[in-house]
């Protein structure tokens, strides 16, 4: 068995999606490789973590300001989670989105924001889990919070009613916990929303070797990966739920795009899933990388519509509900 060896080359900026899509293709690498500090360095990861932050918070800020809708926070435990409902929607389901950003980023204010844009993007009230992350709260904290985050939930929401999303980082977070909410006989969701999931910690898909470099806003998380197991074993199954028993797993939607870093995490998943008998489709978007197109794209809306179909499917509108428009 050998690699295969591929001469350098160019990839164009193809014509074969929209021209808001190829505008997004067109700005090139949009995330630059990261040099990743020693796993024991913790106050190198917090810097780092700062860092990054600061350039996503200054980016996300102005825009949820225009988005109508009420928004309050609860404490769930050492928890907090944002609760966003659309102006105007008057429906018993809740989402609870679980946000992405490589399992160390995107916590607090862009938390807050993320959850905003996912509750306007599905008009449906939604729960943003803020869950702890590294360097200072590794695995399973991170895990821990999103599973206290689902039973609160609970308290309120019947299951049938309630719908688990995640992208990336949160794609992991959203199966894993559904995998553990099994195993600890709590009652599943209607329906599981799996965006570009970062399911295999251990990155032994195709893709991460055919699109790296290729997708225009991720590159290898390796380190990442390693610093949240904090020494568990990346194969473990709420470590990367792509490995586990998925009997029983509620229908799930899943994206992913042809750039897509994390392309074969997703089909690896779909297909696992269907192995295990479960309802679950699988959308590839042609050449969007990794998130799709920055929510620029008529392709990205079309993925929206696709996703609000399914929970529609799964988890039906109440009379009610309907008669507001939802």
Same mark, same amino acid.
């Given at each position: 068995?050998?690699?295969?060896?591929?001469?350098?080359?160019?990839?164009?900026?193809?014509?074969?999606?929209?021209?808001?899509?190829?505008?997004?293709?067109?700005?090139?690498?949009?995330?630059?490789?990261?040099? #990743?500090?020693?796993?024991?360095?913790?106050?190198?990861?917090?810097?780092?973590?700062?860092?990054?932050?600061?350039?996503?918070?200054?980016?996300?800020?102005?825009?949820?300001?225009?988005?109508?809708?009420?928004?309050?926070?609860?404490?769930?435990?050492?928890?907090?989670?944002?609760?966003?409902?659309?102006?105007?929607?008057?429906?018993?389901?809740?989402?609870?989105?679980?946000?992405?950003?490589?399992?160390?980023?995107?916590?607090?204010?862009?938390?807050?924001?993320?959850?905003?844009?996912?509750?306007?993007?599905?008009?449906?009230?939604?729960?943003?889990?803020?869950?702890?992350?590294?360097?200072?709260?590794? #695995?399973?904290?991170?895990?821990?919070?999103?599973?206290?985050? #689902?039973?609160?939930?609970?308290?309120?929401?019947?299951?049938?009613?309630?719908?688990?999303?995640?992208?990336?980082?949160?794609?992991?977070?959203?199966?894993?916990?559904?995998?553990?909410?099994?195993?600890?006989?709590?009652?599943?969701?209607?329906?599981?929303?799996?965006?570009?999931?970062?399911?295999?910690?251990?990155?032994?898909?195709?893709?991460?070797?055919?699109?790296?470099?290729?997708?225009?806003?991720?590159?290898?998380?390796?380190?990442?990966?390693?610093? #949240?197991?904090?020494?568990?074993?990346?194969?473990?199954?709420?470590?990367?739920?792509?490995?586990?028993?998925?009997?029983?797993?509620?229908?799930?939607?899943?994206?992913?795009?042809?750039?897509?870093?994390?392309?074969?995490?997703?089909?690896?998943?779909?297909?696992?899933?269907?192995?295990?008998?479960?309802?679950?489709?699988?959308?590839?978007?042609?050449?969007?990388?990794?998130?799709?197109?920055?929510?620029?794209?008529?392709?990205?809306?079309?993925?929206?519509?696709?996703?609000?179909?399914?929970?529609?499917?799964?988890?039906?509108?109440?009379?009610?509900?309907?008669?507001?428009?939802?």
């Amino acid at each position: 068995m050998s690699d295969l060896e591929l001469p350098a080359r160019t990839i164009p900026v193809p014509t074969s999606v929209s021209p808001e899509a190829q505008a997004v293709l067109a700005m090139g690498l949009l995330s630059p490789p990261t040099e #990743y500090p020693p796993i024991d360095d913790l106050e190198a990861w917090r810097a780092l973590v700062a860092a990054q932050d600061a350039v996503v918070n200054a980016v996300i800020a102005d825009m949820t300001g225009a988005v109508a809708a009420e928004r309050t926070q609860r404490e769930v435990g050492d928890t907090v989670v944002y609760v966003v409902t659309p102006e105007g929607v008057a429906d018993d389901r809740v989402v609870l989105d679980i946000h992405g950003g490589a399992l160390i980023l995107q916590g607090g204010p862009a938390c807050a924001a993320m959850t905003v844009m996912a509750a306007a993007r599905l008009g449906l009230p939604t729960w943003g889990v803020d869950y702890r992350m590294p360097p200072d709260h590794p #695995y399973p904290t991170p895990l821990d919070d999103c599973v206290r985050a #689902y039973r609160a939930l609970l308290e309120d929401v019947p299951p049938d009613r309630i719908v688990v999303a995640g992208g990336s980082a949160g794609g992991n977070l959203a199966a894993a916990l559904v995998v553990r909410a099994r195993d600890e006989g709590l009652p599943l969701p209607a329906a599981v929303v799996l965006a570009t999931p970062e399911v295999d910690l251990t990155e032994s898909g195709d893709s991460f070797a055919t699109n790296l470099g290729v997708d225009s806003i991720l590159g290898r998380l390796m380190p990442v990966n390693e610093l #949240y197991a904090a020494g568990h074993d990346l194969a473990h199954p709420y470590l990367s739920p792509l490995f586990a028993d998925l009997t029983g797993f509620p229908p799930t939607i899943l994206t992913t795009g042809t750039r897509d870093l994390f392309l074969s995490n997703t089909v690896r998943m779909h297909r696992a899933l269907r192995r295990a008998d479960v309802e679950a489709e699988l959308h590839v978007l042609e050449a969007a990388p990794h998130g799709g197109f920055l929510g620029m794209a008529p392709e990205d809306a079309e993925i929206a519509a696709e996703v609000r179909r399914f929970i529609d499917n799964w988890s039906p509108p109440t009379t009610e509900a309907s008669a507001d428009g939802q």
